[in-house]
C-alpha cells in the first residue's frame, strides 16, 4: 500500500511563505499525476497544484504567480512552495497521487495550514 505523508504545515502570517513536502512510500514515476488539494472548513476540496504526465503544472487561478509544485524523483517527494500567503488559504492542505494505471488513487493525511491577518 502507498503512502503519502505530508509535512511543512503551520501557522504564518500574511505575506509569509511555506514549503509544503508530500513524500511518498514508493517510486514517484509510479505515479501519471500528483498534486496537492487544500479543503478549508465547510468547503469541498478543491485542486490547488497538479503535474499530470510531462505537461506544465496547472494551478488554481486563486494561487497562480504565488504557489508553484515541484518534485524530486530521487527522494520521491513533491512539494508546494506557497509565497506571499493570504488568509484565504487557510486550509487542510492534501497530497495526492494516481498510479499510471488510472486504477488507483492515494491521499496523505493532511497537514494544516493557517494564515493569520
Known amino acids: 500500500q502507498v503512502q503519502l505523508v505530508e509535512s511543512g504545515g503551520g501557522l504564518v502570517q500574511a505575506g509569509g511563505s511555506l514549503r509544503l513536502s508530500c513524500a511518498a512510500s514508493?517510486?514517484?514515476?509510479?505515479?501519471?499525476?500528483m498534486g496537492w488539494y487544500r479543503q478549508a472548513p465547510g468547503k469541498q476540496r478543491e485542486a490547488v497544484a497538479t503535474?499530470?504526465?510531462?505537461?506544465?503544472?496547472d494551478y488554481a487561478d486563486s494561487v497562480k504567480g504565488r504557489f508553484t509544485i515541484s518534485r524530486d524523483n530521487a527522494k520521491n517527494t513533491v512539494y508546494l512552495q506557497m509565497n506571499s500567503l493570504k488568509p484565504e488559504d487557510t486550509a487542510v492542505y492534501y497530497c495526492?497521487?494516481?498510479?499510471?494505471?488510472?486504477?488507483?488513487?492515494?491521499w496523505g493525511q493532511g497537514t494544516q495550514v493557517t494564515v493569520s491577518s
Open positions: 503535474i499530470i504526465g510531462g505537461r506544465s503544472p
Open positions: 514508493a517510486s514517484i514515476g509510479t505515479f501519471n499525476a
Open positions: 495526492n497521487a494516481v498510479h499510471w494505471t488510472g486504477t488507483k488513487e492515494y
